[in-house]
């Protein structure tokens, strides 16, 4: 039986064919960056929020700033050095992020479900999301949950916004905003600036009206949306036995 | 013969005592990596009132200042249990102005980098690439545009950051203040040179010559620094690359702690109040909780730094 977590995380990972650095967060992204490095991507850098880079961890990270992912790494750079000359300065490939809520364009909410001023729930803010999502050349979103209320047709807050809403606001964006949005139903897919999100793939079983009624806005659909390749035996071996064989995020 | 340097070590009482004051914005930097915790339950203690508190990520040390009752505005770019749940105190601040009404200033974490930048420099402002069409500005008046005088381009900027006092925790110092930092380094070396005054806490202090054998690892030099405060494990619930090991379980039993506020109550009578000092605080957990985050030898490679024959 393969659990939700695998699937993502397999499924995120194949996505990564071809990739050079990615940054990642830990949790879903980890695995699949770990695997997509075992599989697809061989010569893929994980570059980690806290500074380090191409870290050689002994044991799997239970955070962006474990220590086993300092110790044999080949480098940690201070905040200033990562955020400005790596990210800002256009090394990342891929930039992993999670949110509350995402609209049609791949625009972001991490910060608060109602009205910022007396939110109903207050979130944990943009971290660095809001410059993974400005400077990466295309951010993958990985969301556990496909469901209307975090699907939305306008967000509540704009944490991170892609390229559309930066144009408009009179920015210079260099990156594609989001490419691609894994999620429990299916991939949604952007090829960049003035594109919508639309359902590409869909997971054995689940149908489209079932993504579009998930989704709270019109949803747009390729063609006849090819159902995913299940993952294979091979792949979730690697995936159990070789990146997270005690069960630190695998579900 | 090199100069005898100032000694400016002192106690962590003493040091708060002498630098923090209410009313005073205080940043406390360490991302993930050497949190000041130790520092900031001294702040608790001594029953600081009215502070303007800046950290980047505004983890359990942010939400155990709020609720000592400390802090009237919080500045961050992160407000979360790391990867582990929630504030609880933090949320009921700005959720339902329980007990009191928080203010809050949002950023993104380049955007707190860039304000760190700026004030190291004593520049006006700090331009970035961030915040194009998001709506953290119109949140956050202080988040504006300027034009390039060179290209005409329009860039967000945000204002330089002076903290009245920056406290960060290291892994060791000479008695003057000269701070060897390895592992994370984060904002550390920023955060101190923007402040007016501050405490640097470390696990040890060394002999002169420790530091002075390698001064490629001093991430802040002796003169940006007012107090040194030996306080081994004052980063607990945080880590200290090379001394002790992340105290996960706490990190995840903190959001059950803190999401009831009887339970935050008790925890911060017991551990908070009821230790005179971080040394008993220490005490208190025990040698075999200690063991449990012991870590082992990874040593580096020495350098051939040279000297004149």
Known sequence: MTSSSELLSVVAARELAGKRTVFAGIGLPTLAASLAHLTVAPDLE??????????????????????????????????????GYVLQGGHIDVGFLGAAQIDRWGNLNSSVIGDWHSPEVRLPGPGGATEVMANSREVFVVMRRHEPRSFVDELDFCTSPGPDRALADGGKPSGLGVTRVITGLGILARGGPGEELRLVARHPGVTVEQVRAATGWPLEVAGDVPVIEPPSEAELRLLREDVDPERVYLR | MPRPSPDKTMSLREAVAAFVHDGDTVALEGFTHLIPTAAGHEIIRQGRRDLTVVRMTADIVVDQLLAGGCVRTLVSSFVGNSSAGSLGELRRRIEHADPEPLEFQEYSHYGMICRYLAGAQRLPFYPLRSYAGSDLPRVNPAIRKVTSP????????????????????????????????????????????????????????????????????????????????????????????????????????????????????????????????????VAKLGDGFWAGLAVGEALSEPVNYGRRL
Not at chain 1, 52 to 80: K, N, Q, R, Y
Not at chain 2, 159 to 167: A, E, G, Q, R, S
Not at chain 2, 184 to 196: N, P, R
């Open chain 1, 46 to 83: 994980i570059v980690y929020e806290s500074g380090v880079c191409g870290a050689h961890p002994s044991h799997l990270p239970e955070t962006i700033a474990d220590a086993v992912l300092i110790t044999g790494a080949e480098a940690v750079l201070p905040m200033p050095a990562l955020f």
């Open chain 2, 150 to 281: 060179y290209d005409g381009e329009q860039v967000a900027v945000v204002p330089p950051l002076n903290p009245d006092v920056t406290i960060i925790h290291a892994q060791r110092a000479d008695r003057s203040g000269n701070t060897q930092i390895w592992g994370l380094t984060g904002i550390q070396a920023e955060a101190v040179f923007a402040a007016e005054k501050a405490i640097v806490v470390v696990e040890e202090i060394v002999a002169d010559e420790v530091i002075r054998s390698d001064p490629n690892r001093t991430v802040v030099p002796a003169h940006a620094v007012d107090a040194v405060v030996e306080c081994p494990r004052g980063a607990h619930p945080s880590f200290a690359q090379g001394y002790y090991d992340r105290d996960n379980a706490f990190y995840r039993a903190w959001s059950g702690i803190s999401k009831d506020r009887a339970r935050l109550t008790a925890w911060m009578a017991e551990w908070v109040y009821g230790t005179a000092d971080h040394a008993e605080y």
